[in-house]
């Protein structure tokens, strides 16, 4: 339930839903290397049997979005804050102007080619001369501009704008209101041509993974749209009941908050939709199990999680794909403050979590292994890192993270100077002052409740006081409200999870002058790292990686951020579809996509 | 009774303003806001803050009660920050949903208690009164959302009778086949709620057979030979119909009430699954508005009970 709300405000489509990804190839298998899960799970279901034309012709694919409110309906992915509105409207194509590879490195062959110009700093954007929206228009230029004004305008209702895109020349005097257009985006054929050049204050090695934070990944239908204000665009028609698309289908109705219902669009670039019909419906997460059980639909269009799986693995008709969730579980330590005046967060030597060794012990306490044996299903599984498995690439599968270590804890504790005195059963600081630690944890279902008394008892086990925050779990509201504070005492440690991006600089959660890093912790080597991921060594892959394993392997050392738990994102498919690939390498999702009979087996 | 009826809508007006000013505080101080909710690691700060600047957010909160105030005079609820759309139009399209299968239950759920109650009353102490009474005290112990959840089991996904989610089917296109999908969905929610909600009216309408079998009028038209179901359906029935007339202006409300359980076990989108949602959103422009029309329907609830009990029943004037 928090980490829904986590999900909420999604970079693009392209970086919370896979699904919503579009390309050709789709033979590409799960990853080679593992992601530290006991159970692997294929991105893809390969289907042997015929495709049978007269069912993708008559019969509806029935996909299921598994939510406990009705979708928003906002179409476009400038203005929705959620993965439920990305996943209703997935088979348009999410209006995505590139394709990724499985690392979600942009390529080309998409929408648009993207190329980088380090010299001159600027990137180029050139559209396919067969570009077209589902109503037969053209996509140009225009519509690729239009996004970053969406985005940006003073009134606009969109969340997405962030102080990265002031690298785009003119576009802080756009969004301030004191320019009518954004001066650094420029066009060489006009504004109906096929090309746009964003002219940039500098470039940054991110700018090669869709979903980075300076090069919007879709385009606006301007043309369509352009009579509607603003600030008005998420309430209109255009918007909510007769959008258009750039995908394989095209929307034929939307049920508010219900359902969507699409065909093929005949005006698509890329490989021709082969299923005649698809319907995508809200579930409610409490009747998904049921739903699939009594085969009511194909395959569903968001990620189920781990108790699902335990009711649904065994489910006849139906096989298991999935992959490691862009997103993760972590641990936060509270080690200062957010000065507001200078915007930067504050690291306090006194405070109560700064001793580096009573952090590492409290990690080694914990036995998550243990935990998520028998919670996870393998759905769910203890993190080594601070950057999701599903990053093939920089992912460190070679750190060990924190295992169960008591002996270990204790010796660590001891030596710090955290000892049992005056014969009391809890240790006291190292300067005989009692020392009560407040763990932060939200409310959730029953599994996180005895997930929580775990880790309290494992505490306990090796001498720390350690409390609820007010003697128990937090609403999610009030707990965010209480951490996001400047400053505030009453957390010490907390329990929470992030949602990343499909470009995955971790700036904005660890950075020094990020709000969100919640525990404030700040060191020079720390800073260091996380600039050197966008330096101009960057541009080499290897070194990149190579930085981002050193920053995965200090942020454990250092233990003011610990990695709690990694989780696949999985869905059931049915036995009757074919083609079926959730890599973000398959570009063409949809369109692979065909059916082997016209009802579910 | 005009009279009474406008000092009853008179008195409304301070009920509702401080109703709305109760709301509006309390919607206030639930911790967090409707966007610092959505954090993401890509979502700006200093965006969010922009956002809860030109929402007026940031302002004291009589600054923000009058200026919604205003907003509502001019018939304008403020916007929805979740769905992104005027607070109007959203609940608009939801009320539909939720009266339907209100006003649906409440025509079921008389159906199956009339008859019930007035079997009951004229066998009382007899095999079909104990079964009848029986059914009714088993059907009031179950709480609804146990009966809401295991109809939607069997019905819908054992047997697949009925469907389990939404208001229409997604295959609906004709005007005929989206007015039949939309029945068929709230058929299921609202024969629940009828078949376990009839213990009120059973119980009312039993005990006033039983006192007016006993009564003079009902004796003299016997001892004239009045045939005994002409005694009932004309001289019994009728009068013990009062009370339960009376009922149906409080009976209104309470299923628009009920409508948050039935809403949320069947993904049905109403008012009262928007609720539910805007509360976990911190949606507080939806929030107050609903509660604010909750409010005024269940005063507009009493009152209507009033009116009724008075046209049905000559002896009782309200003055």
């Known amino acids: 339930m928090n980490k829904k709300k986590l999900v909420l405000s999604a970079m693009a489509v392209l970086a919370t839903v896979s699904l919503a990804a579009c390309s050709s190839n789709s033979s590409s298998k799960s990853s080679g290397t593992g992601n530290g899960s006991s159970l692997k799970l294929s991105t893809s279901y390969n289907n042997t049997s015929a495709t049978d034309k007269t069912a993708d012709e008559k019969s509806t694919l029935k996909v299921a979005e598994a939510n406990d409110s009705p979708f928003q309906g906002i179409s476009d992915p400038v203005l929705a804050s959620n993965a439920e509105d990305a996943d209703v409207f997935a088979p348009g194509g999410g209006n995505s102007l590139f394709n990724v590879d499985k690392n979600y490195k942009i390529v080309d062959g998409g929408l648009a080619n993207q190329r980088i110009d380090k010299k001159a700093k600027t990137v180029t954007i050139t559209l396919r001369s067969n570009a077209k929206w589902s109503n037969g228009m053209d996509v140009t230029a225009k519509d690729i501009e239009y996004a970053y004004e969406v985005v940006a305008n003073k009134n606009t209702t969109s969340q997405q704008y962030s102080s990265d895109f002031n690298a785009i020349k003119g576009m802080a005097a756009y969004h301030a209101g004191k320019a009518k257009t954004i001066s650094g985006i420029t066009y060489p054929d006009g504004e109906k041509g096929n090309k746009v050049v964003i002219h940039l204050t500098q470039v940054s090695p991110s700018m090669k993974f869709s979903g980075n934070s300076f090069i919007w990944g879709t385009v606006e239908p301007y043309e369509y749209i352009k009579n509607v204000p603003i600030a008005k665009l998420a309430s209109s028609a255009q918007i909510r009941k007769d959008p258009i698309f750039i995908g394989p289908y095209k929307l034929d109705k939307v049920v508010e908050g219900e359902s969507t219902t699409w065909s093929p669009n005949k005006y698509y670039y890329g490989k021709k939709a082969q299923i005649k019909h698809i319907s995508i419906n809200v579930v409610s997460s409490n009747n998904i199990v049921k739903a699939i059980q009594s085969k009511k639909y194909d395959i569903t269009a968001s990620g189920l999680g781990s108790t699902s799986y335990k009711q649904l693995k065994n489910v006849k008709g139906y096989a298991k794909t999935g992959q490691p969730a862009l997103s993760y579980g972590y641990f936060g330590f509270n080690l200062g403050h957010f000065d507001t005046k200078t915007g930067k967060n504050v690291m306090d030597k006194n405070s109560k979590m700064a001793n580096k060794n009573l952090r590492q012990a409290m990690m080694y306490a914990l036995n998550l292994d243990q935990v998520y044996k028998k919670f996870g299903n393998g759905i769910t599984w203890r993190a080594n890192t601070l950057i999701p498995p599903i990053f093939q690439k920089y992912w460190d599968s070679s750190a060990s993270g924190y295992k169960l270590n008591i002996k270990k804890a204790n010796k660590l504790l001891d030596e710090a100077g955290y000892k049992k005195r005056n014969g009391s059963k809890w240790r006291s600081d190292p300067n005989g002052k009692k020392l009560v630690i407040h763990f932060g944890a939200m409310t959730g279902n029953s599994t996180s409740a005895a997930e929580y008394q775990d880790y309290l008892q494992q505490w306990h086990k090796v001498g720390l006081n350690v409390q609820f925050t007010g003697g128990k779990t937090m609403e999610m509201n009030s707990f965010y409200s209480t951490l996001q504070a400047p400053k505030q005492n009453k957390i010490d440690i907390y329990s929470a999870a992030w949602s990343v991006s499909s470009e995955p600089t971790p700036t904005q959660m660890y950075g020094e002058d990020a709000t969100f890093n919640m525990g404030h912790f700040v060191s020079a080597k720390n800073t260091k790292l996380m600039k050197e991921m966008n330096s101009n060594k960057s541009w080499n892959d290897k070194y990149r990686t190579k930085v981002f394993k050193e920053w995965q392997n200090y942020m454990n050392e250092q233990a003011a951020y610990a990695p709690d738990n990694f989780a696949y994102g999985w869905s059931p498919v049915n036995h009757r579809v074919k083609g079926y690939d959730i890599s973000p390498a398959n570009t063409e999702f949809w369109s692979n996509m065909s059916l082997t009979s016209s009802k579910l087996q | ?319």
């Open chain 2, 1 to 319: 009774m005009w009279k009474t009826i406008l000092r009853r809508l008179l008195i409304m007006i301070p009920e509702v303003i401080l109703l709305s000013v109760l709301v509006f505080l309390l919607a206030k101080a639930m911790p967090g806001d409707p966007f610092t909710g959505s954090i993401n690691p890509k979502a700006d700060p200093a965006q969010i803050k922009h956002l809860m600047e030109i929402n007026g957010l940031n302002d004291p909160w009589y600054q923000q009660y009058w200026n919604w105030v205003v907003h509502l005079f001019h018939g304008n609820l403020g916007n929805s920050y979740q769905y992104q759309e005027p607070v109007t139009r959203l609940i608009e399209g939801r009320a539909g949903n939720t009266l339907w299968l209100a006003f649906f239950t409440m025509i079921l759920t008389y159906a199956f208690a009339l008859p019930l109650g007035v079997y009951a009353g004229r066998h009382e102490g007899k095999l079909p009164d104990t079964i009848i009474r029986f059914y009714t005290y088993v059907t009031f112990c179950i709480p609804v959302f146990v009966i809401l959840v295991l109809g939607i089991w069997i019905f819908g996904y054992v047997l697949g009778w009925f469907p389990t989610t939404g208001s229409v089917s997604s295959d609906a296109q004709t005007w005929a086949q989206t007015v039949g999908s939309r029945f068929y969905h709230i058929l299921l929610p609202s024969l629940l709620g009828a078949l376990f909600g009839t213990v009120n009216i059973v119980q009312y309408l039993r005990s006033e057979v039983i006192d007016a079998k006993h009564s003079d009028y009902v004796r003299t038209a016997r001892s004239k030979g009045v045939p005994s179901k002409d005694i009932y359906r004309h001289h019994i029935f009728r009068n013990s119909l009062l009370p339960i007339a009376a009922f149906a202006g409080y009976s209104i409300t309470g299923l628009l009430n009920g409508s948050i359980f039935t809403e949320t076990v069947f993904s049905y989108p109403g008012m009262g699954l928007l609720f539910v949602n805007s509360i976990s959103y911190r949606d507080y422009t939806v929030i107050t508005a609903l509660v604010l029309i909750y409010g005024i329907l269940n005063l507009v609830g009493t009152l209507l009970s009033d009116i009724i009990l008075s046209i049905v029943d000559p002896r009782v004037r309200i003055e």
